[in-house]
DNA sequence: TAAACATATGAACAATTGTTCATATGTTTA
DNA sequence: TAAACATATGAACAATTGTTCATATGTTTA
């Protein structure tokens, strides 16, 4: 069965190479473009190292704006504008209290995730 | 012990704000510097929805370059510059086998981050 | 109600990034 | 060795992004 090694032309660049079943295997698993972008753009918003600061941070305890501007000694502007983007991201959620407003991490995932990134960093 | 709530003034903006302790937590708990910006560069790589489906196809099988572009529908220049990036973050190697250079994963993490990033998105 | 204050936000700007185009490099084959 | 071919890469360009600055918004307090 597997011996019969039945190949493809590819479009593109007219040469022998994939086997048919790795096409459709690839076709079948690969996830809906929308999800797709999704995924590319909630690591995009990992992808910026002031916002895996206040992320960070945030590990710790639920936060207000300047408390996080104080510890990663940037202007409470430039925070305000990344917790808007980690807000659309759905990952903090934010609670005001009279003219303070505390922001915490609305998922549980992220913690794994910068986990297992920073072992990938780490073991090389 | 805990009914001492002592609070500490954060620079920035004069308020009373986070208990000395978390702000020790932080300092304590968050990464070295430069592990942050490697960390914020991994995530970067993710952070595009080009490079999100070369990995995607990658999991089903080691590919060359054609069978990569031909199955992405994009040109084979476009599709060599993110196998660049993709090799720059150690995420994938290659070998080559006459004119034809494979690619394939380099790195067993991808498919767990991709599984939690995914159950992100899919959650809400 | 005016002043004080924490936060949010729009505009501007420099910096970064993804793709295209043209072409160089490396390998095979006639 | 020249032609064919797969891949890599530099330059250019448009698009996106992070921070700053100025200021608006929302809340409390005197």
């Known amino acids: 069965?597997?011996?019969d090694n039945k190949k493809k032309k590819a479009a593109t660049c007219g040469q022998v190479i994939i086997h048919d079943e790795i096409v459709k295997?690839?076709?079948q698993n690969m996830?809906?473009?929308d999800n797709l972008y999704d995924l590319a753009d909630l690591f995009k918003v990992f992808g910026d190292s002031t916002r895996i600061k206040i992320i960070w941070a945030l590990f710790e305890s639920e936060m207000?704006?300047?408390d996080i501007a104080y510890l990663l000694n940037m202007t409470q502007s430039a925070i305000s504008h990344q917790l808007r983007v980690l807000k659309a991201a759905k990952l903090v959620r934010n609670r005001?209290?009279?003219k303070t407003v505390?922001?915490?991490l609305a998922d549980s995932?992220?913690?794994q995730i910068f986990e297992i990134g920073m072992e990938h960093i780490t073991e090389e």
């Open 102 to 104: 505390y922001y915490s």
């Open 64 to 66: 207000c704006v300047c």
């Open 96 to 98: 005001r209290s009279g």
């Open 109 to 111: 995932h992220i913690k």
């Open 25 to 27: 295997r690839v076709q």
């Open 31 to 33: 996830p809906e473009e």
């Open 1 to 3: 069965m597997s011996t």
